[in-house]
């Protein structure tokens, strides 16, 4: 059995003065990167059966434009993963029912990037350098691990299937 992990980093933020970190929004570039993203999903068909989205709103705000190219999906928002170390996004993962055999997280840097390079066992020694170097926003991660439950996902368990980033994409 193959479980796929699809990490997204939200899309830019806003730095509105007198905002909480949580309530800060999209720019107008993240709005953007988030749609574009959102295509690159459905056109591939990275169509997640589960979506885990942390509860700031740069977070939700990039799943709703993302949801738009998903029609039908639903997320949960996982108060854990907000601004969350590896280790605490890596047990949102462990708990996605077993029913999901792809997962899409939205998240947070240190937290997602440090989450990556601690699954991914294999992949293009390339692909593995440029996301060794950089997580940008909205970049997006995939990760493919052999296990049969979510629960058996760890380190060196995966294999980076890809590493995408909005500038990357042509419109």
């Known amino acids: 059995m193959m479980r796929r992990l699809i990490l997204l980093r939200h899309a830019k933020s806003a730095w509105p003065e007198g905002v909480a970190d949580l309530d800060r929004p999209l720019n107008e570039r993240g709005r953007a990167a988030a749609s574009r993203m959102g295509g690159y999903l459905r ?3 990275l ?35 907000y601004e969350a170390a590896a280790s605490r996004i890596l047990d949102a993962v462990r708990s996605a029912p077993d029913h999901a055999e792809t997962l899409l997280v939205i998240g947070h840097n240190p937290g997602l ?3 990556a390079m601690l ?8 692909l593995r350098a440029n996301l060794r170097e950089k997580f940008p926003t909205a970049g997006l991660v995939v990760i493919d691990a052999p296990v049969a439950h979510w629960a058996g996902v760890g380190r060196a368990a995966g ?8 500038r990357g994409l042509s419109d």
């Open 43 to 45: 056109t591939e068909k």
């Open 47 to 81: 169509v997640p059966d589960q979506v885990f989205v942390s509860p700031a709103r740069r977070t939700q705000e990039t799943w709703e434009l993302v949801r738009r190219e998903l029609p039908g999906i639903e997320a949960e928002t996982v108060p854990m993963i």
């Open 113 to 115: 990037h440090e989450l």
């Open 119 to 126: 699954l991914i066992g294999e992949g293009s020694p390339s």
């Open 159 to 166: 294999r980076l299937e890809r590493f995408v980033v909005p």
